[in-house]
């Protein structure tokens, strides 16, 4: 949905204080999923048109320079597991530090910076350095139902890491020269970035969880957004990663008739079985896993399921360039023409 952009402050104001009457009012709370959705993005957008207009074009451009600052600080203190070392209590600097192996300087300035933001909560005013989860800081620890400690770490590892290193990946190369992603110069390898986190089992791991959680939070209405009991299963999902999409849609009693085949590479399928292995019998039972690669050169290299009804492909094609993209759809039309039956010279689900 189109933002109207305005220039006058006090009129942008107005527009938010409306937005947020229709749509988030707990008294009256909005029922139209859809229109909710579209009043959230219209919401951010009236929002940073807001900053932009109250602080000026000067510092609302060193604003979003310096971004990238508030992101570290957040990817710091997640990663030493700050807000799972406060837990229920509260603690200070110095105990974080010990506890963290990190030095409390670094740690009172990340966590003044986070603060501004409502991460945590400075007990006794400014200036204690005695912290305690709140809220917010609360959505990092562990154990937390709606934890997005994983894709925190994953956003401000791989995510963070690979954007700085934008400027060497833009370069033109030469035609022997084989062009490699931003992530591949910021870590290093020679080969897909899925490929690389499985063969560091902790990356793979913090990977899979925090496709997860992302889509746990991307999910949010796709049961209702979509008819899925009128699909013809099996589905196979392709690229579909530990099944976090199947988690949401079979919890739904409509969609009892239904059963999905989990594509992905080899070890994303390890970790996806080690995930489904815990859900009730009745979710678990309509899933099963077929290991294989979307890119290989052939189809009888992919292992892609022949000739099933449903093919779909989520959250995957935005991973790629264009030339991958065009393959993954060309294997994936060609096992849908394919006839169904062909023996794989493995299955995960044996």
């Not at 009043?39 to 000026?56: E, F, R, S, V, Y």
């Not at 990092?140 to 990946?169: M, N, W």
């Not at 949010?220 to 690229?239: E, I, K, R």
């Not at 892609?304 to 991973?319: A, E, N």
């Amino acid at each position: 949905m189109a933002t109207n952009y305005q220039s006058d402050p006090v009129y942008i104001a107005e527009q938010i204080l409306q937005l947020t009457k229709a749509n988030f009012d707990a008294s009256n709370p909005q029922d139209d999923l859809l229109a909710l959705y579209n009043a959230k993005i219209q919401l951010q957008g009236l929002c940073d048109n807001l900053l932009q207009n109250a602080l000026g074009g000067l510092e609302y451009t060193i604003l979003l320079a310096e971004s990238c600052q508030e992101s570290s600080a957040l990817g710091f203190v997640n990663s030493l597991g700050v807000s799972d070392i406060i837990g229920d209590g509260k603690t200070t600097v110095e105990e974080l530090g010990k506890a963290s192996g990190a030095d409390p300087r670094f740690l009172g300035i990340a966590l003044s910076c986070l603060t501004k933001h409502n991460y945590f909560e400075e007990v006794g005013g400014f200036g204690t350095q005695v912290y305690k989860n709140n809220e917010l800081s609360s959505l990092l620890r562990e154990g937390h139902p709606q934890s997005v400690k994983d894709a925190v770490g994953f956003i401000c590892d791989e995510g963070f890491k690979a954007t700085s290193y934008l400027l060497e990946a833009a370069k033109p190369a030469s035609s022997e020269e084989k062009r490699l992603p931003a992530v591949n110069l910021a870590f290093g390898f020679d080969k897909s970035v899925f490929e690389w986190m499985s063969d560091q089992e902790w990356r793979g791991r913090r990977m899979g969880k925090a496709m997860q959680q992302l889509h746990r939070m991307a999910n949010g209405n796709v049961v209702t957004d979509y008819a899925w009991n009128q699909l013809v299963s099996p589905v196979v999902d392709v690229g579909g990663g530990i099944g976090s999409l199947e988690l949401a849609v079979l919890k739904e009693e409509q969609n009892a008739a239904l059963r999905f085949t989990i594509f992905d590479i080899p070890k994303t399928i390890e970790n996806a079985k080690k995930t489904w292995a815990v859900q009730p019998e009745t979710a678990s039972s309509r899933v099963s896993f077929v290991p294989g690669n979307f890119l290989a050169p052939s189809l009888d290299e992919t292992y892609i399921p022949r000739g099933q009804p449903t093919y779909l492909i989520r959250h995957v094609l935005h991973d790629w360039t264009d030339e991958q993209v065009i393959s993954i759809l060309r294997n994936v039309r060609a096992a849908m023409v394919a006839s169904p039956g062909h023996k794989f010279p493995f299955r995960s689900d044996d």
